[in-house]
């Protein structure tokens, strides 16, 4: 392991991931490959921007990261560790992941933001105390703290949803397309949020995002995908974005085409 490797608080080592798809002949497990040979390392406090075309395998590999799935084969270590050994529910206080379609599961914004902060055990002044300063932090008003989910809109959801994986300050924060319901001034203001909880937590943070422009303000290092392989992999000030522009407008003009 080198020095740079020690380093990392997050490292994929030649990951593949394939579907599991069993073949109604033999019986054996076949798969078609979603993510292929990938590795890269994020230091802690980095803030990674993943774009790429329509089923590139973005999701997918945010997936991977939080464990909801696990590599066909290859390795990821969080903070040094292969993340396998590290119990689901200490991986879980490490990094969160917060999916484009996040569920209150029926409970109100107020009670949905509360209660992982309860199952933590944390004191009822702590809750209060996190749960107002990441409100207004998000410009989440006090009145959407009564509703639920069927009475917010889908931006407020997005933001409700972000609210809620800061409240629990994850060493690692994945976001899947956290601005895509979200009108310019909430998505530029949520970015400028994310940036300084990067500088001041050192907060590690991935985000999925297809609008360049807010990517290009984000990130620190930016990963392309490209059909299942990681195509770049530079730091912000190395990047081509007429030229990365380009290129993602062209593979979106060919799902077009195919679809
Ligand atoms: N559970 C699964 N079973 C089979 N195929 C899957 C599964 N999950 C994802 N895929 C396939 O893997 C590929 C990558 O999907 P993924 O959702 O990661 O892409 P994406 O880059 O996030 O796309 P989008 O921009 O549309 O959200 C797609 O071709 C998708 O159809």
């Known amino acids: 392991m080198n020095n740079a490797a020690t380093r990392a608080t997050l490292r994929l080592e030649q990951v593949n991931l394939l579907t599991k798809l069993k073949s109604q002949a ?8 979603i993510l292929q040979d990938i590795s890269f390392e994020v230091l802690q406090g980095d803030r990674i921007a993943i774009v790429g075309a329509v089923g590139a395998g973005k999701t997918s590999l945010l997936r991977l990261i939080n464990r909801l799935i696990e590599p066909t084969s290859g390795k990821i270590y969080i903070e040094n560790q292969e993340y396998r050994q590290i119990p ?16 209150l599961l029926g409970m109100t914004v107020g009670q949905a933001l509360a209660y992982p902060l309860i199952l933590r055990g944390l004191s009822k002044q702590v809750i209060e105390e996190r749960v107002n ?25 997005q933001l409700v949803a972000i609210a809620r994986s800061l409240l629990i300050q994850p ?15 909430a998505a530029s203001h949520l970015i400028q949020v994310l940036i300084q909880l990067s500088q001041t937590h ?47 407008i062209q593979a979106q003009s060919q799902d077009d085409f195919e679809f």
């Open 88 to 103: 689901i529910i200490q991986l879980r206080q490490i990094v969160t992941l917060v999916l484009q379609e996040s569920k």
């Open 26 to 33: 033999s019986g054996n497990q076949q798969g078609c490959p």
């Open 202 to 248: 050192q907060t590690t943070i991935l985000m999925v995002n297809q609008q360049l422009d807010l990517a290009q303000m984000f990130c620190t290092r930016l990963l392309h995908l490209q059909q299942g392989h990681l195509s770049t992999n530079q730091r912000v000030s190395e990047i081509n974005w007429d030229e990365l522009r380009k290129t993602l």
């Open 133 to 157: 300063y990441w409100t207004e932090q998000l410009h989440i008003p006090n009145e959407w703290l009564g509703r639920t989910e069927v009475q917010l809109s889908a931006g407020q959801r």
């Open 171 to 185: 060493k690692i924060l994945l976001l899947d397309e956290p601005t895509s319901a979200l009108d310019a001034g």
